[in-house]
């Protein structure tokens, strides 16, 4: 089993350009996050799914969008990227809400010059 | 909304040391999960507590949940060089759908 996997592991982007990082897991997982972590700040949380079909709000949605069309997959998008979104994103998984571990995947460093 | 604070931000202790990072939540937790970042890595699951005055212990590590479930702590007996990273402690805000990170413990050993 792989567990939890991201792609790209790394991406510059310039200020405007769009782009989608990819989450999958192979563990059957009702639920997945997105999270960003900055320096000092923490795991903040950018929107998740309680299941296949359905996204919800995080903390810090602004200027994020995401899908999860496939129970595997959940898919996080920035249409117009921002220096201010430059961070590492993860993603996580999970079997039951707050209630299990979360299983987090390898992550990406995004920079927007 | 839900705030979840750990104190101190960042510990450099001696090898051998103890170590100890303190985590307070604004709100009543129905469990509080601990997570430990190695430097360029990702939070890896360590434990969860879920009972008023929990204490488990794995190895060196002691994890104690507050009696009312609102304070919880981790406790490291003669730190290692393997003990380095960050710790995060993480805990549902109400509906049990997803957690609340605490913004973290760094720390750091001294060989």
């Known amino acids: 089993n792989a567990g939890v996997t991201q792609t790209p592991k790394f991406r510059v982007l310039k200020t405007g350009q769009s782009m989608t990082l990819l989450c999958a897991q192979d563990?059957?997982?009702?639920?997945m996050y997105w999270y960003r972590q900055d320096p000092g700040m923490g795991l903040r949380l950018i929107h998740y799914?309680?299941?296949?079909?359905?996204?919800a709000k995080g903390e810090v949605p602004d200027g994020y969008n995401v899908s999860r069309l496939k129970k595997q997959n959940f898919l996080l998008g920035l249409e117009s990227a921002a220096p201010s979104q430059t961070s590492v994103y993860f993603c996580?998984?999970?079997?039951?809400?707050?209630?299990?571990?979360?299983?987090f995947g390898p992550g990406t460093r995004l920079t927007v010059l | 909304g839900q705030q979840v604070m750990q104190i101190p931000q960042y510990q450099h202790v001696q090898e051998g040391e103890d170590f100890t990072t303190y985590c307070n939540s604004s709100?009543?937790?129905?469990?509080i999960q601990w997570y430990k970042q190695r430097p360029g890595g990702h939070p890896v699951f360590l434990i969860q507590?879920?009972?008023?005055?929990e204490v488990k212990k794995q190895k060196r590590l002691t994890f104690q949940f507050g009696e009312a479930k609102k304070n919880s702590s981790l406790h490291i007996t003669a730190t290692q060089t393997t003990d380095v990273g960050t710790y995060f402690c993480a805990g549902p805000p109400g509906g049990n759908e997803k957690l609340t990170f605490g913004t973290g413990t760094r720390l750091t050993i001294i060989p």
């Open positions: 507590l879920v009972k008023s005055g």
């Open positions: 563990m059957n997982h009702e639920y």
């Open positions: 996580a998984s999970t079997s039951w809400g707050g209630y299990n571990e979360q299983f």
């Open positions: 799914s309680v299941g296949e079909g359905t996204t």
């Open positions: 709100t009543t937790l129905s469990n």
